[in-house]
Each structure stands twice: as structure tokens, then as C-alpha cells.
């Protein structure tokens, strides 16, 4: 895909997303396999005249490794990050302070292919569908419990009294991440509380689209206590276990997909975001609003799934209800 296809997406980031303009210090990060996209973006800012700096990281296949020092100084420094690399750096310390700094963050993990600009979800109408993700991630913070089912025989619960609902509308803000066309509702499960059985019939981003059978995750005081089922289930359980990390176990995130425009196709901005399917991820939490430091932050994708909070349903047959209905 040539830098002319991927120029249109790239001034959604930098224009519609990323509000710059030419008083916007903009640092975009991007690693040895992502260098390739950095084109269309420069342009896209060169534009606006808005002051680029570009910054090369090393890279990493795992998501949620921490940035250097010196990568997060830079951070702290600019108006507008985009995180253009192979690895989401969502789940980073360095990633949180420059939040809390000021900074709006972008990040586009899996960024790397060379139609990455070219993905349907960028043709999610953002304005239109910002209100409902944002009226869910409310729904999330005054919740108290949130139960997960389906047909298959997910059946899990869990506390998120006391834990805010997180809107990634595509907007970049100072309070939490864009995605980018990766759009969401999600929370930070109280740790210790998730009980129950997930059955994965979507895909886990990072690992495969769940093609054999469904992965079966049995959750006990909040930790994943077996993984079994086929070949993507035995994939998922050699990764966690490489980590040799007990806290890659932790049930760390509850959300909603919620771009219509995205399909399964095993990428994660666009699994973790087809409308109407749930995500319930292992490990990190810590910089999503909980207090779980893990090697790793890796997703599962339910769909076909329905969410329950405080016994109303919010999510059934890939409608969402954001103020319920008993």
C-alpha cells in the first residue's frame, strides 16, 4: 500500500483524533517494524505545521514491556504522542505519567502491516458512535458487579465497585488512551474477584483467532486457574507461561467492542473492537485503572456473549443497552 492510500487515515489521526495544529508538539514513536507507516503521518502533520519529532524504539512481539527512561522523558515533553509500534505501550508506566503529564496519548499496536491504514475500522463514524461508548464506560463506573455469559458456558463474576469506566472513543484526551479506530468501553476488575468459567470464541489477539475449538479459562478468587482446550488454548497457556510471572494469570480488564466497522481477522485493534463482542484480559491492570503489575497484558474476544451489571443487561446478542434493561 503506497503513502498516497494510507495519507487519508493518517490526517484522521493527526486532524480528527489527534486535534494538532501547528502549536501541537508531537512526538511519534515507532519501532524497526512500523518505520514503514511513518511516512503518511509526517506528511499528514507537515500539513497542519505542526513540530514532529520522531523517536525509533527497539520493538518487542510481547505487549505491555516497559519503555526505556529516556523514551518516557521525550513523552513527558510532548502535547500529542502516537505510538506507532508493533507492541501496545497502553499498559506502561511511561505510557501513565506522560498522561499524567498533559499529554494525549494515540497508540495503534500491531501497526506494522502495510495495510494498517488501510483497515475498515478506520471508517467508523466517531462522532455518531462516541456518546454510546461514552454512556457504557459510565454504566461501568456505577456498576458494582458485572456477570459475563453465553451460550458455549461462560458464566463468570466479578467486583468493579469502586473502579472507573474507561471510554476509548478514538478521541485523544488527558485521562486515558485512543486507540485509534480500536474503540471500547472497559473497566479494571476488582483483583481477587473474578469466579467462573470463560469460554473464548472470538480470538486472542497476539495469539490466533480461536479456529479449533473454544479456549476455556476457569477463573478462581480473581486468577486464571487452567487453560484448556485446542490448539489456540495450548498456544495461549505456553505464552503465559513463558513469562514465568504468577500476575499474567490476573483477570485485569472487562470490556466492550465497539466499532462497527471491525471484523475478526487477528489483528488487536480490531478483534478487541468488533461491536458487540466482550473482552476479558489476563495480566496488567495497573495502568487501566487497577493495581496489577504484569509481565504481560494479553486480551481474550468472546462474542455472541451477554454482560449483566447489577443484574441489568447492557450487552445481548451484540446489541448494547448502555442504561440496561432488567
Known amino acids: 500500500m503506497n503513502t498516497l492510500l494510507k495519507l487519508a487515515n493518517a490526517r484522521k489521526v493527526v486532524r480528527k483524533l489527534g486535534a494538532a495544529d501547528a502549536s501541537t508538539k508531537v512526538l511519534v514513536i515507532y519501532d524497526l517494524y512500523t518505520q514503514h507507516n511513518v511516512e503518511p503521518l509526517a506528511i499528514a502533520l507537515n500539513e497542519i505545521g505542526a513540530p514532529l519529532h520522531l523517536l525509533q524504539v527497539t520493538g518487542s512481539a510481547v505487549h505491555g514491556v516497559q519503555l526505556s527512561d529516556i523514551t518516557a522523558a521525550a513523552m513527558k515533553e510532548a502535547d500529542l504522542i502516537v505510538g506507532m509500534t508493533r507492541a501496545n505501550i497502553a499498559h506502561t508506566a511511561a505510557r501513565q505519567e506522560a498522561t499524567r503529564a498533559g499529554a494525549r496519548v494515540i497508540v495503534l499496536p500491531e501497526s506494522d502491516g502495510a495495510g494498517f491504514f488501510g483497515a475498515s475500522g478506520w471508517d467508523a463514524d466517531f462522532d455518531a458512535l462516541r456518546p454510546e461508548i461514552d454512556g457504557l464506560a459510565e454504566a461501568f463506573t456505577n456498576a458494582s458487579v458485572a456477570r459475563v455469559t453465553s451460550a458455549l458456558g461462560t458464566d463468570v463474576t466479578l467486583s468493579i465497585a469502586g473502579r472507573r469506566g474507561r471510554s476509548l472513543n478514538g478521541f485523544a484526551n488527558t485521562i486515558d488512551i485512543s486507540a485509534g479506530y480500536g474503540l471500547e468501553s472497559s473497566v479494571a476488575p476488582v483483583e481477587g474477584t473474578a469466579n467462573g468459567m470463560i469460554v473464548v470464541n472470538g480470538s486472542i489477539p497476539g495469539v490466533a483467532v480461536i479456529q479449533d475449538e473454544p479456549v476455556r479459562i476457569e477463573m478462581r478468587d480473581g486468577m486464571a486457574v487452567s487453560i484448556e482446550g485446542g490448539r489456540e488454548a495450548d498456544a495461549f497457556r505456553t505464552l503465559l507461561e513463558s513469562f514465568n510471572d504468577p500476575l499474567v494469570y490476573n483477570l485485569g480488564e472487562l470490556g466492550v467492542g465497539m466499532n462497527p466497522k471491525c471484523t475478526l481477522d487477528g489483528t488487536m485493534l480490531s478483534d478487541e473492537s468488533v461491536y458487540g463482542s466482550i473482552q476479558l484480559a489476563l495480566g496488567t491492570s495497573a495502568y487501566i485503572g487497577?493495581?496489577?503489575?504484569?509481565?504481560?497484558?494479553?486480551?481474550?474476544?468472546?462474542?455472541?456473549?451477554?454482560?449483566?451489571?447489577?443484574?441489568?443487561?447492557?450487552?445481548?446478542?451484540?446489541?448494547?443497552?448502555?442504561?440496561?434493561?432488567?
Not at 503489575?293 to 446489541?319: C, F, M, P, W
Open 290 to 326: 487497577g493495581l496489577t503489575k504484569a509481565a504481560a497484558h494479553y486480551d481474550t474476544v468472546l462474542i455472541d456473549s451477554t454482560l449483566e451489571l447489577d443484574g441489568k443487561v447492557v450487552l445481548r446478542n451484540g446489541q448494547v443497552f448502555p442504561e440496561g434493561r432488567a
